[in-house]
């Protein structure tokens, strides 16, 4: 035992004067004002390789270990201080190390492990203390159980953090704010927003005092499952508690009324946001150009982002391709490759959503040449394609009579390894027939038919009529071609 507190002594010794930074950085992580064993514990923890078990705890604190017994309270120094460093596996040794040493472990030093396991997101670990104290006969309390919940929040373990939630009160230990909260937010991840709202009305009904923050994760739950009315209702709910909306709970709502088509409604949270001087962030406002962009409000999308840049709101590449996909959906290809381009300016970032936009934007206007040189342009920009980007550009083709560059591109989706769609065979095929070009319309009616396994014929028909109204079948057999 003395040879390995001398080994570490001697480790320490080398780190504080090669890595005099690290030792700063553990102090100010320990809380400025921590044992020499505990900033011993600290750099040997930043060490590389360093494994630390319950021999190597023993012996760096073997000094400190005898003022414990008479102090049990100064080991909760060193447990926040594994806290800040995110060691839940040192934290159960050292309870370990002390139980060994017959100091006293309770309800705080159990609370402060678990703490450590919560910080770590190790929900099993913090569980099995819990478990551990009511063997121990060791009185759990409302912290106790919050950091538990909230271990289990973080994983998304919602079913075990309502478990325990609902064994508060079984356990005579009382329930606040915090435990609520933690078991809103695992519902919330988890999606589960008639729970999250139960659990919300559960505090309403015992007077537990709720918060932004509470509000905020129920209309967060609500939102993932596109439940806007019940957003807005709990949004109502804390205006009449007067609890105080921020970012987050606007960016909420904004975006429950954006997964339920309601754009007039997230325009007017944006204006509310603003007349209340509430900050807007990148977030909030993507939501509503999104909103915009689903109730085909390409002018509202376009003056929300112009608004973005005038108030110094980042703007990201997910608020440009809600905005460019606004404009494609209303037909106005030169606004969308106006965006494209300023958004070539500001150095945002471009993906393959944001050129399939562009492209069906070119579409949609008959401007067949631009799709094509944007389809050349993510190549430059080393941007992937796929089977959309394809099907807008053959697609203008189609619009533009360029029957030849649309069978080209359909021939390039299978050299680059892409599956051409239902849609590409129905857009070439359509294409074949009206130009009278059996032999191709057979190969591709076989290429189908192998894809497919089934009767390309029929699968020709349906999709043709779709586009045209009309059946290719006349087409195949005019060719006398056999569908395999």
Not at 162 to 167: P, Y
Not at 330 to 359: F, R
Not at 400 to 409: E, N
Request: glycine share 6%; charged share 20%.
């Amino acid at each position: 035992m003395r040879r390995l507190a001398c080994r570490f002594e001697t480790a320490t010794r080398q780190q504080l004067r090669h890595h005099s930074g690290e030792g700063k950085r553990s102090s100010q992580r320990g809380g400025g004002n921590v044992s020499p064993a505990t900033q011993q514990l600290l750099l040997a923890l930043d060490a590389p390789n360093q494994t630390l078990g319950q021999a190597e705890l023993q012996a760096i604190f073997a000094h400190e270990l005898k003022t414990w017994h008479d102090s049990p309270r100064l080991a909760m120094k060193v447990l926040r201080s594994l806290r800040d460093a995110v060691q839940p596996g040192v934290a159960v040794d050292l309870l370990r190390v002390m139980e060994a040493s017959r100091i006293p472990v309770d309800k705080h030093h159990f609370s402060a492990a678990i703490s450590v396991c919560e910080k770590a997101g190790q929900w099993k670990l913090a569980v099995d203390l819990l478990t551990e104290m009511f063997k121990q006969r060791v009185a759990a309390d409302t912290i106790t159980y919050s950091a538990c919940i909230s271990a289990c929040e973080k994983v998304g373990h919602w079913r075990f953090a309502l478990h325990l939630l609902s064994d508060m009160p079984k356990q005579n230990v009382s329930t606040d704010m915090i435990s609520y909260s933690a078991g809103i937010s695992a519902c919330e991840k988890a999606g589960r927003w008639q729970h999250a709202v139960g659990l919300l009305c559960d505090m309403l009904q015992q007077g537990i005092r709720t918060d932004t923050i509470v509000y905020s994760a129920s209309i967060s739950a609500c939102e993932k499952s596109r439940q806007w009315q019940q957003a807005l209702v709990l949004q109502e709910r804390m205006l009449e508690s007067s609890i105080s909306m921020d970012t987050i709970s606007y960016g909420a709502c904004i975006s429950a009324c954006e997964k339920g088509n309601q754009w007039q409604l997230a325009l007017s949270l944006l204006y509310d946001m603003r007349s209340k001087s509430i900050a807007r962030n990148t977030t909030t406002c993507s939501a509503g150009i999104s909103a915009c962009e689903k109730g085909s409000q390409w002018q509202q999308a376009v003056a929300i982002l112009a608004d973005m840049t005038q108030n110094a709101v980042p703007t990201d590449t997910i608020a440009f391709n809600a905005t460019i996909s606004a404009c494609e959906a209303s037909g106005q290809w030169e606004s969308a490759l106006g965006l494209l381009s300023e958004m070539a300016k500001k150095q945002v970032a471009v993906d393959v959503i944001t050129y399939n936009a562009s492209i069906s934007a070119c579409e949609k206007g008959s401007q067949w040449q631009l799709a094509l040189l944007l389809l050349q342009d993510m190549a430059q920009q080393r941007v992937s394609r796929n089977e959309v980007t394809y099907n807008a550009a053959m697609l203008a083709c189609a619009n533009g009579q360029r029957w030849r560059s649309m069978l080209r591109l359909f021939d390039e989706m299978v050299e680059v390894h892409l599956e051409p769609d239902l849609f590409s065979y129905a857009a070439v095929l359509t294409e074949c027939e009206q130009r009278g070009l059996w032999q191709s319309e057979a190969q591709l009616l076989r290429r189908l038919g192998a894809r497919l396994r089934v009767a390309a014929k029929g699968v020709g028909v349906v999709a043709v009529r779709q586009r045209q109204g009309r059946s290719i079948a006349a087409g195949a057999r005019s060719a006398r071609c056999t569908i395999p």
